[in-house]
């Protein structure tokens, strides 16, 4: 059974960093693309980033590109999202997401995705 565990989000100042980390069980990297989605109040659900080995390739939305990093430790079936010089704007609940076939990862689309983890929250404020 596969199961994605979201940790690391809180409390930052703007222009703070913070790591997040999804820890999967049930699952191999090698297999799935897994990305980072969030969501804000009264807005949909975004990616975010995602990473993928299956697809040989890497996504980040033009909000974030450049200041957040995906990463994975494959040993330790780990996803990070490593957050620099956040803003305001980055509030939201961040998800982490699995996806066992297909592109909608690797192009920034969370429906239809197979995995869920919970959420961790982010907030960005003075």
């Known amino acids: 059974q596969v199961h994605l565990v979201e940790s690391g989000g809180g409390l930052v100042q703007p222009g703070g960093s913070l790591r997040l980390t999804c820890a999967a069980s049930g699952l191999s990297l090698d297999r799935y693309s897994i990305g980072w989605f969030r969501q804000a109040p009264g807005k949909e659900r975004e990616g975010v980033s995602c990473?993928?080995?299956?697809?040989?390739?890497?996504y980040y939305s033009a909000s974030v590109h450049g200041r957040f990093t995906i990463s994975t430790d494959n040993a330790q079936k780990t996803v990070y999202l490593q957050m620099t010089n956040l803003e305001p704007e980055d509030t939201a609940v961040y998800y982490c997401g699995a996806e066992s076939y297909g592109n909608k990862c690797v192009n920034g689309y969370s429906h239809g995705l197979d995995y869920w983890g919970k959420g961790t929250l982010v907030t960005v404020s003075t």
């Open positions: 990473i993928s080995k299956r697809e040989g390739s890497t």
